[in-house]
């Protein structure tokens, strides 16, 4: 007859698995430090940028700037809806998209 002996399970598999959970904690951990070091260097160099209905904006399309256009109404806080100098809706633009006419509020004294 066969005897059914009871052995030691071995114990290779359980340090690898150990080593294994070791080493996934070991990256995340890199990777966390890793994403925090980047997101200071990118909010270091990163400005919000809201404007106020009436502010003469340039539109980015493409290549170059276009414009003068003037905000008309605020749809979020990073969405504008734009007007020509005749006071026309020329679309809504994301605010990543314009760039604030420094020193000229002629547009908005003419739209007035």
Avoid: N
């Avoid at 106020?52 to 700037?65: A, F, H, I, M």
Wanted: aromatic share 8%; net charge positive.
């Amino acid at each position: 007859m066969l005897q059914l002996v009871e052995t030691q399970p071995l114990k290779y598999p359980t340090y690898r698995q150990e080593g294994s959970r070791l080493y996934k904690q070991d990256v995340q951990k890199r990777l966390e430090t890793a994403h925090a070091k980047a997101k200071r260097r990118y909010d270091l160099r990163k400005r919000p940028q809201q404007f106020e209905e009436g502010t003469s904006v340039w539109k980015k399309k493409l290549c170059p700037y276009v414009g003068p256009f003037m905000i008309k109404k605020r749809i979020s806080p990073l969405t504008y809806e734009l007007a020509d100098d005749t006071g026309q809706s020329k679309g809504v633009w994301h605010t990543k998209d314009l760039k604030p006419i420094i020193g000229d509020d002629t547009l908005s004294e003419k739209l007035d």
